[in-house]
């Protein structure tokens, strides 16, 4: 696989995967498992994996709904907030929250209000508008998170897993099986973890290039509507 295959759709989906499971976010499962297979920037084998917790979603209805609320929303080593990882409840979380909605701005998006710019679904879904090469070097600048996040998931045996997996593979980065060296679910990470490791260049290496024309646009982000020319 090169650096410069298309993978917009595919973070759309991953990015989809992740997203809360209610009815309206299963009922497009069947349109994710499509976009997967048409794209192809995932292999075989983990799209295989992703259809297995597309069925298990979809077999469990409601009961997928209170496991998500489990598994993401009670306790920080599984956190898809990424700046939790690494400014916890510190108040440099909220400089860097506005940088990040910047970044967004720069492309020409808008965030949506219900939702916070750190979202892993969210920071997605702007990788999406970008060309692949800048898509991968984005995703990679946070792929010590996704790695940590990914372990706790594999020690809970959740098969969630696998996006995290998909993710650090499209960066170009080990999947972290068998990662023994992770940290707890609920303990702080590594505090040598330095913040521009993680988004040091989503706002200076050129990755606020808008979409092209005519391109799906994510789910939680939205084109700018420019204003009226001035007559």
């Known amino acids: 696989m090169t650096t410069t ?46 259809d297995a917790l597309m069925d298990r979603l979809l077999a469990e209805g409601l009961d997928a709904e209170a496991a998500y609320v489990d598994l993401f929303d009670r306790g920080r080593g599984t956190a898809l907030h990424l700046f939790e990882h690494v400014h916890g409840d510190s108040r440099d979380r909220g400089p860097a929250m506005v940088d990040l ?6 492309a020409g998006l808008l965030l949506d209000p219900a939702e916070l710019p750190d979202h892993l679904t969210v920071l997605l879904e702007y990788a999406s508008t970008q060309p ?3 898509a991968r070097a984005f995703v990679g600048e946070f792929a010590h998170i996704l790695r940590s996040i990914a372990a706790a ?79």
């Open 5 to 50: 295959q298309d993978i917009t759709f595919t973070l759309r989906a991953l990015a989809h995967l992740l997203r809360y499971p209610d009815a309206a976010m299963r009922a497009r499962l069947p349109d994710v498992h499509a976009a997967l297979r048409a794209e192809g920037a995932a292999g075989a084998a983990r799209r295989a994996e992703l």
């Open 101 to 106: 909605v910047r970044t967004y701005e720069q």
């Open 132 to 134: 692949a090469r800048e």
């Open 153 to 231: 998931l594999q020690r809970r045996g959740s098969d969630y897993a696998a996006v995290l997996a998909a993710l650090l593979e499209l960066a170009g980065e080990p999947a972290a099986e068998g990662d023994a060296g992770a940290c707890a679910d609920d303990e702080p990470l590594d505090t040598s973890w330095e913040e521009p490791a993680a988004f040091g260049g989503c706002s200076t290496q050129g990755q606020a290039v808008p979409a092209g024309p005519g391109q799906p646009q994510p789910v939680h982000l939205v084109r700018r509507t420019p204003p009226a020319a001035a007559r």
